[in-house]
């Protein structure tokens, strides 16, 4: 065998040795089991858990506009067939849902349905719930979103805005804005903002949201959303495989301080990581 050939076949040979001994230090390194993820000012409360990109946590707050007060709360949310968590905390007026609540496999729509509580005239009231669907809309049949004294229709019904996201890759997304609702809106904000961890559900919301760092301020200019338009938004983000807080602010278009702040929780994907293939 020639020097050469010799001096090449070692140097392989301690390539791939010295592959094999780095995976093998990564493997002795790596945790058995996935850190704890503390929640934000909340010691007793789990963070919610942002495993991958698919997980996405949604909240929106809105104010009983009936003038009277109202003691059922129900929507319908497109495309959810599962729920992992449901936000009880303060501003839900209504506590835990009916049990009734579940999919509707007909309508292909989630109903949830609240009569354990009481909002008053002019209450804000806020709901969440964390899903693995990219997207929060109104779902079918009609009223989706709607209040009720004694089972009886209560107008007008809640002010709602759905969002959605779509991740293009690890730092570039699409974000919907949708006006699900017969009555005109103005989009006023879209934010999307850093929590640098995930937030529990309980700390989705509009006041923890002014607190947070700016990521990406996508709307400045008020924008007016005709009844059942929408307007699609692509923004970039700094981070792979973290969790970023996109914040929608609307209201009718007639009434300034009738409110909706709708918020999704989601994970940008990790980075592609490609191994050495290793021929034995």
Not at 28 to 55: I, Q
Not at 92 to 103: I, K, Q, R, V, W
Not at 114 to 120: D, L, P, R, S
Request: hydrophobic share 40%; aromatic share 8%.
């Amino acid at each position: 065998m020639s020097r050469t050939t010799t001096l090449f076949a070692t140097a392989l040979i301690a390539s791939l040795c010295l592959v094999l001994a780095i995976g093998a230090i990564a493997s002795a390194r790596a945790p058995t089991s996935p850190p704890e993820v503390k929640a934000v000012d909340s010691p007793a409360r789990p963070a919610t858990a942002l495993s991958a990109a698919g997980d996405y946590c949604y909240s929106w707050d809105f104010l009983n506009n009936t003038g009277q007060d109202v003691n059922d709360l129900h929507i319908r949310l497109q495309g959810v067939k599962s729920l992992t968590e449901v936000y009880t905390g303060t501003l839900n007026l209504f506590g835990e849902p009916d049990a009734s609540s579940g999919y509707d496999a007909a309508n292909d729509s989630y109903h949830l349905d609240f009569t354990n509580g009481i909002a008053y005239d002019s209450d804000k009231v806020q709901l969440g719930v964390c899903t693995d669907r990219s997207s929060l809309r109104l779902g079918s049949p009609s009223p989706a979103f709607s209040w009720t004294v004694t089972s009886t229709q209560a107008l007008p019904d809640p002010l709602f805005a759905g969002l959605s996201v779509n991740w293009l890759d690890h730092t570039h997304a699409q974000i919907g804005v949708f006006n699900e609702q017969n009555i005109t809106l103005t989009l006023w904000s879209l934010s999307v903002l850093d929590p640098d961890q995930p937030l529990p559900l309980e700390d989705l919301s509009d006041d923890i949201a002014m607190l947070l760092p700016m990521a990406s301020e996508v709307v400045t200019d008020p924008l007016t959303l005709l009844p059942s338009a929408n307007q699609t938004f692509n923004v970039e983000v700094a981070s792979a495989n973290h969790p970023y807080v996109i914040e929608a602010v609307l209201s009718t278009d007639d009434d300034p301080g009738n409110l909706v702040h709708t918020l999704v929780q989601t994970l940008s994907p990790p980075y592609a990581v490609y191994l050495p293939l290793v021929w034995k």
